[in-house]
T-cell receptor, first 111, second 110 residues
Framework: NAGVTQTPKFRILKIGQSMTLQCAQD?????MYWYRQDPGMGLKLIYY???????DKGEVPNGYNVSRSTTEDFPLRLELAAPSQTSVYFC??????????FGPGTRLTVT | GEDVEQSLFLSVREGDSSVINCTYT??????LYWYKQEPGAGLQLLTY?????DMKQDQRLTVLLNKKDKHLSLRIADTQTGDSAIYFC??????????FGKGTRLSVIA
């Protein structure tokens, strides 16, 4: 199993540009999550999904959108990138709402 | 809302034991977790404990839970330089997303 994979690893965006961060898992987990990690701030939950077709907002959803059309994929969309969205983004999955398995992260810089 | 607090830094000598502490506020917490993050990597699940347990041991790792004081600790025996990382405490009620602390940076001095 590849586990949780994320692409790209790094990206630089200009203010106002859009992009999609990809996340996929091959463990048949129902739950998937997106977090952002800012220096010294721990992880903040952006969105999560308890199964295909179901998504819910987390603590910091503004400026982001998600979709969950399949069990395997959970892309995160940034529509109008802002400098405040410069961060490291982690995707995670879990079989139920418990111990989560994390991807390697996407480091995003918005300038 | 729920909150998880950890001290930010801990420094120990190689071969000593490390103890990383965490407090949480959610009295409904069912699961408590410890994650390890090495530089440039994602979070790796180290161990977890159910709220009806007091202690869990897994090789060099010992987790202690004081549910009355809402205090969780992670003890790493015989700490090695490879244990240098950021350690995150997290809690959940079971079918809710995890709430993470800000992480404790463990530095191991050779």
């Amino acid at each position: 199993n590849a586990g949780v994979t994320q692409t790209p690893k790094f990206r630089i965006l200009k203010i106002g540009q859009s992009m999609t961060l990809q996340c996929a898992q091959d463990m048949n987990h129902n739950y998937m999550y997106w977090y952002r990690q800012d220096p010294g701030m721990g992880l903040k939950l952006i969105y999560y999904s308890v199964g295909a077709g179901i998504t819910d907002k987390g603590e910091v959803p503004n400026g982001y959108n998600v979709s969950r059309s399949t069990t395997e994929d959970f892309p995160l969309r940034l529509e109008l990138a802002a400098p405040s969205q410069t961060s490291v983004y982690f995707c995670a999955s879990s079989p139920a709402g418990d111990g989560q398995y994390f991807g390697p992260g996407t480091r995003l810089t918005v300038t | 809302g729920e909150d998880v607090e950890q001290s930010l830094f801990l420094s120990v000598r190689e071969g000593d034991s490390s103890v990383i502490n965490c407090t949480y506020t959610d009295s409904s917490s069912t699961y408590l977790y410890w994650y390890k993050q090495e530089p440039g990597a994602g979070l790796q699940l180290l161990t977890y404990i159910f709220s009806n347990m007091d202690m869990k041991q897994d090789q060099r790792l010992t987790v202690l839970l004081n549910k009355k004081d809402k205090h969780l600790s992670l003890r790493i025996a015989d700490t090695q330089t490879g244990d240098s990382a950021i350690y995150f405490c997290a809690e959940s009620e079971g079918n809710t997303p995890l709430v993470f602390g800000k992480g404790t940076r463990l530095s191991v001095i050779a």
